[in-house]
């Protein structure tokens, strides 16, 4: 009330805010959000702008490629189940598969034929490398490499004879890939330089995908989570639509993150599919006044009025600034953080600047279930309930599941649901409760459940997931309507999972781009073009508008901030720098981000090392087990040393999600925050780079660091405001 009355709603910042958190907010006048995304990368602007959102085809449909070509990926650590096991079947139907990435995972050692080293964020320069030899080889064996018919249909700004309207001829792609405007052909010489991956095997890789009928790229969101990275989304479009390896059954390129392998529409919708909803409602959208009228709670996406971008965060806070667009640099004055779940401090970039943000603001509140990065350098946290202590939460699984978790237990000590806090704040700011939910947590539910969808054997249509009597109305203590769907509701709740029956002969096998490959023109795209666009000028304009850099129409190689060129003092000379190693963050088989990084059976059975070549090491006078200083021009870490020949010369990992430990003497983490090296650079469409840091490291002089299961717990402590 303080901070709306002296300073206004602006004022009030609302961190990565829970749907009730921000519904409250909302209306209590609004707050000062944010904008961007974390995982998406360079995908989440670039692929609607070009037509090329890189979906799956389904998993029955992925049983039949012959080749796999896995980039940045490790589904074995990051998305347990369903992915690794579909890429098994393929492997035992006879697919090969082949790994490019600057780390040997293990799902490259269960699964992979060749491993094809390459530099972090030097990803750009590796894709045209391959684009070049296409060209060139397709020339020389009487065009029969490249699909001209689908380029020619279905691309504009691939060739001068097929540009978009109003563009200019010279501005094509494969001018630009021969070089023959600037004088520099992006041929597998000058992309081995910047990659590190063998010239040989960069021509090798690109005749063994051109020539394959049947291949698929399937690649993580690591690679478009570099700076400057806006270009990476139309390379590998235009890799897969060259060769023909887009809109046809057993190809794709596609991209990775919770649901691959498994492509298609949801064959059990959920609750977040608002569009069916035909009888039972949640509740009614927020606006956030502040925020250009967006709902409260909606998703981070493009820039929009009244939001800070990810990147721009504690800078704002820190010096009053951020960016609006180009040439709009606006002030702000931020007095109070508000965090309803997530760990925002922990997971963007720059954790030490996030640490002075938090103490620099009037009044931090964190409500959540774990004692998070944010939540200790909070004023006031609130704990929240487990979904197993509540009414139950409903949510997709894969495209073929739908799950309802069940409450198994009553609250621990005085922790509250979201919904009880968002009830509370409303009646002290004077809202009305029923603004916040019009109805219990219980009829949410139900009437969530109630709504659910399942598609029939056709294919097509829908029909109710569960069939509802009066007496399931009585006995859940809900208001609703009889309704007769596929299972029972009681049989659901107890199952706590639905799961579709599949076969290789049911209708609901999908192939991304399909219908658009059979006929552009009746089912165009949502382009300037309606077709895939290999020249975007409205990515352009984006980039542009942004207000950080700027990028061609064209998909070329932009040097990111901090990679490989960076390492260097002097580029040409080849001298590097004060910081010539490059890191990149990976996930880790022990924590979720900052989820169970704190479970301490996971901390011992996987430990969070740095990892490293034996050839830097040996330079450094480091072995295994060694405590190392990492240290960037943004912060320093310490950490135990896992040398390895699995991670390539030049380049160092560490695993994302540890909570920071800041050791304020030393001005240190011990804890092994990799954000704490990272930098927030905003570049392009202002996504996250994490995987563009450049690094030292050296052999630790103090006292070595004793494992993570062995330090003691993470537990509250108080300190003075000035």
Not at 690 to 700: H, L, P, Y
Request: charged residues 25%; aromatic residues 10%.
């Amino acid at each position: 009330k303080r901070v709306k009355e002296n300073h206004g709603n602006k004022a009030i910042m609302g961190a990565k805010i829970g749907v009730i958190a921000a519904r409250v907010l909302g209306l209590y006048g609004g707050f000062t959000d944010k904008w961007g995304k974390y995982s998406g990368g360079s995908w989440t602007h670039a692929a609607p702008r070009i037509g090329f959102e890189a979906l799956w085809n389904d998993r029955y449909d992925l049983l039949k490629s012959r080749l796999f070509i896995l980039w940045g990926a490790n589904p074995v650590w990051s998305q347990a189940g369903l992915p690794a096991y579909t890429y098994m079947h393929a492997k035992k139907a006879g697919a090969r598969f082949i790994a490019i990435d600057p780390f040997y995972n293990p799902t490259y050692e269960m699964l992979t034929d060749e491993w094809i080293p390459i530099r972090p964020a030097t990803d750009q320069a590796l894709l045209l490398g391959l684009i070049h030899t296409i060209l060139v080889e397709d020339e020389r064996v009487g065009r029969t490499l490249i699909d001209w018919d689908f380029m020619n249909r279905c691309t504009v700004g691939f060739d001068r004879d097929h540009m978009p309207a109003g563009a200019a001829p010279d501005e094509n792609f494969i001018d630009y890939v021969l070089g023959r405007h600037d004088g520099q052909p992006k041929d597998a010489q000058w992309a081995s330089e910047i990659c590190g991956t063998p010239v040989e095997k960069i021509r090798w890789l690109a005749l063994e995908y051109a020539r394959e009928k049947d291949a698929s790229i399937c690649t993580s969101g690591s690679p478009a989570r570099v700076d400057n990275a806006d270009s990476i989304p139309g390379l590998f479009m235009t890799i897969g639509a060259m060769t023909g390896h887009l809109g046809r059954s057993g190809s794709m390129v596609s991209v990775a993150h919770h649901f691959g392998t498994n492509g298609g529409p949801q064959l059990v919708k959920g609750h977040n599919s608002r569009s069916y909803n035909p009888s039972h409602t949640r509740a009614p959208d927020v606006p956030n006044p502040v925020a250009g009228g967006r709902r409260a709670g909606d998703s981070y996406g493009a820039r929009i009025e009244g939001c800070i971008n990810l990147n721009e965060l504690n800078t704002a806070i820190l010096t009053g600034k951020y960016t609006a667009g180009r040439g709009d640099i606006r002030d702000i004055d931020i007095r109070m953080i508000y965090h309803a779940h997530g760990a925002s401090m922990n997971q963007l970039p720059n954790t030490l600047q996030a640490i002075q943000a938090h103490r620099k603001v009037d009044f931090v509140v964190t409500q959540n279930m774990f004692l998070t990065a944010e939540a200790q350098y909070s004023d006031l946290v609130l704990p929240v309930t487990s979904r197993w202590e509540r009414e139950g939460n409903v949510c997709i699984g894969y495209r073929e599941q739908l799950l309802w978790h069940s409450q198994v237990m009553e609250p621990y000590f005085e922790s509250r649901d979201d919904l009880w806090i968002g009830v509370q704040l409303a009646r002290r700011l004077g809202i009305d409760p029923k603004e916040v939910e019009p109805w219990s947590w219980k009829q949410e539910i139900f009437n969530e459940v109630a709504d659910a969808r399942v598609m029939k054997d056709d294919g097509k249509t829908y029909e109710p997931l569960v069939t509802i009597t009066e007496e399931d109305l009585k006995a859940f203590g809900v208001e609703g309507k009889p309704q007769v769907g596929r299972i029972p509701i009681k049989q659901f709740r107890e199952d706590g999972i639905y799961h579709i029956p599949r076969s290789p002969e049911d209708n609901h096998k999908y192939v991304y781009l399909k219908e658009f490959r059979e006929d552009p023109e009746k089912n165009p795209l949502q382009t300037r073009s309606g077709k895939l666009e290999v020249h975007c000028q409205a990515l352009a304009d984006y980039v542009y508008d942004c207000g950080w850099s700027e990028i061609r129409p064209i998909p070329t190689y932009n040097a990111p901030r901090e990679g490989y060129e960076a390492t260097f003092k002097d580029w040409k000379s080849r001298v590097k720098g004060e910081y010539p190693l490059q890191l990149y963050n990976i996930h880790m088989p022990r924590n979720a981000h900052t989820f169970f990084d704190n479970t301490w059976v996971l901390r011992e059975a996987f430990p969070h090392e740095f990892l490293m070549n034996p050839a830097d090491a040996t330079e450094r006078g480091i072995k295994s087990g060694d405590t190392v200083l990492v240290k960037s021009r943004w912060g320093k870490i310490l950490r135990t040393v896992w040398v390895t020949h699995l991670i390539m010369p030049g380049v160092t990992a560490l695993g994302q999600g540890a909570r920071v430990k800041l050791d304020e003497e030393l001005g240190i983490d011990v804890g092994g925050c990799a954000n704490v090296l990272k930098g927030a650079t905003p570049t392009g469409g202002g996504h996250l780079g994490w995987n563009s840091v450049i690094v030292e490291v050296e052999k630790w002089k103090g006292k070595p660091l004793p494992s993570d299961y062995k330090l003691p717990p993470v537990v509250p402590v108080r300190e003075k405001r000035a």
